[in-house]
Nanobody, 122 residues
């Protein structure tokens, strides 16, 4: 399976972006999915995850209330709507397949996409 993340860019603090993650080679409806982010010199940080059906979502405390993860299984796509962005949200954002039900740790995800850069200016 290959995951292609897109939608990143430069935005001012308080602005919004929507990231997309399109899968090829695998039907995403069979898997939970997640978003992580990484800044230079740091490990990947869990951002959000969504169950196979989309009925259950999970968020890091740092983004709760501002970010929304969703999915469209017909389009084999997962989204991350990011509102009220802050400079500390600046990072490369990655999508991945959730290999362990309920997982929020990096090793519980696989098939990482290439990442998309999000930069929030103050």
């Amino acid at each position: 399976v290959q995951l292609q993340a897109s939608g990143g860019g430069l935005v001012q603090a308080g602005g919004s972006l929507r990231l997309s993650c399109v899968a090829s080679g695998r039907t995403l409806s069979a898997s939970g999915m997640g978003w992580f982010r990484q800044t230079p010199g740091k490990e990947r940080e869990f951002v959000a995850a969504i169950s196979r059906s989309g009925d259950s979502t999970y968020y890091a405390d740092s983004v709760k209330g501002r970010f929304t993860i969703s999915r469209d299984n017909a389009k084999n796509t997962v989204y991350l709507q990011m509102n009220s962005l802050k400079p500390e949200d600046t990072a490369v954002y990655y999508c991945a397949v959730r290999m362990i039900v309920g997982g929020t740790r990096e090793y519980e995800f696989g098939y990482w996409g290439q990442g998309t850069q999000v930069t929030v200016s103050s």
